[in-house]
């Protein structure tokens, strides 16, 4: 069986609401908590080295994967699991020096993200070039 | 409906907001365990001992603020720091509410009051910061990147009682409507705060000062 007849024709949303649930109320708290003040920006080296792009910002990166799965409660496509597995694997490395006036846990959330797209066998390629 | 917004809505308004508050307080002690503190030393870490403001301390105190966000933002945290202050000191300290708070319950800050021309003075700052939130928001590509409708809604939100307050009290326009949109608004974000983004008023000070990360400003004796 090839890998695109194996993959099912939408992502198990029953699997993705259990890992919003079991994080539900940090994850709720650092949605609805952060202030979109866009102070984490110069902390995250990758900003600072990537032309200071918007999409590189922590919060930019947390809000656009773990926001749009929380928004659409789940329901979501495999393109939208393409644009999230870019953001959380390409976009960070996980070094948690990204800082948050507010206390916000941004790379437990990023590693959420990444768990949750393990768990629907969207991995990172790690042979890609560039 | 002068007096019902006045009176009972305020009061349930009120009433919402310590509420909401505690139960913000409460559910974040409920949701976190007390954490042996790691007793590592972190880059941008207060020690447990005083910090000596003495010759000897300055160039690591300022080398520390010059990585921290007040030297990598110095206006934005200036400007915040400022407004946040003012918030809270400007409805405290006016003449006007310290009046109403003395006919109410016959307590005042009297004679402790900001005069007519500070009061102006102070609204006029805050009513500078939150347009530098504004054009922040709207001008700068990473900020603007984020924002929503809900950001710049709640930005205006904040203006409102500012605006229609110094309006009324300076005779502009019809002071009965003014102060009904002045209480109104007062209302509004009294109720939304615990709930909404202004929860970040509350949240500031739980997470900075009680979870344990690089950038706690105390001991982080607690952990999600």
Redesign the interface.
């Given at each position: 069986m090839t890998e695109a007849e194996a993959k099912p024709e939408a992502p198990d949303r029953k699997k993705i609401l259990e890992f919003l649930s079991a994080h539900k109320t940090k994850m709720k708290l650092s949605l609805n908590v952060c202030a979109h003040c866009g102070l984490c920006a110069e902390s995250c080296f990758i900003y600072m080295t990537r032309g200071k792009k918007p999409e590189y910002m922590p919060s930019h990166k947390m809000i656009n994967s773990l926001g749009k799965l929380y928004k659409k409660n789940g329901k979501v496509s495999w393109e939208t699991f393409e644009e999230i597995k870019e953001i959380v694997w390409k976009r960070c490395v996980l070094c948690t020096r990204c800082y948050c006036p507010l206390g916000i846990d941004i790379p437990e959330m990023i590693a959420l993200v990444r768990s949750i797209c393990r768990s629907q066998n969207v991995l990172p390629d790690f042979d890609e070039e560039g | 409906m002068y007096e019902f917004i006045r009176g009972p809505m305020a009061w349930a308004c009120f009433s919402i907001f310590i509420l909401g508050m505690i139960f913000q307080a409460v559910?974040f002690f409920v949701?976190t365990k007390r954490v042996q503190p790691a007793g590592l030393p972190l880059p941008l870490r207060y020690e447990r001992k005083k910090i000596e403001l003495s010759r000897a301390s300055l160039p690591s105190l300022a080398a520390k603020l010059r990585v921290s966000?007040a030297g990598?933002?110095p206006l934005?945290t200036f400007v915040t720091v400022v407004f946040h202050f003012s918030i809270i000191l400007l409805p405290v300290f006016l003449m006007e509410h310290n009046m109403l708070f003395d006919v109410l319950w016959g307590i005042s800050l009297c004679p402790c009051v900001f005069s007519e021309s500070s009061a102006d003075f102070l609204t006029g700052v805050i009513l500078a910061c939150i347009l530098f939130f504004l054009f922040r928001?709207i001008f700068?590509?990473?900020?603007?990147?984020?924002?929503?409708f809900y950001?710049y809604f709640i930005i205006l939100l904040t203006a409102v009682p500012f605006v229609t307050g110094f309006l009324a009290v300076h005779g502009f326009f019809e002071y009965r409507s003014l102060i009904i949109m002045h209480v109104m608004s007062v209302n509004l974000i009294m109720v939304s705060l615990p709930f909404?983004?202004f929860?970040?008023s509350i949240?500031?000070f739980?997470?900075?000062f009680f979870?344990g990360?690089?950038?706690?400003l105390s001991t982080g004796s607690r952990s999600?």
């Open positions: - | 559910r949701l966000v990598v933002n934005m928001r700068i590509s990473r900020v603007r990147s984020i924002s929503t950001d909404a983004k929860v970040h949240f500031f739980l997470n900075r979870i990360s690089e950038y706690s999600w």
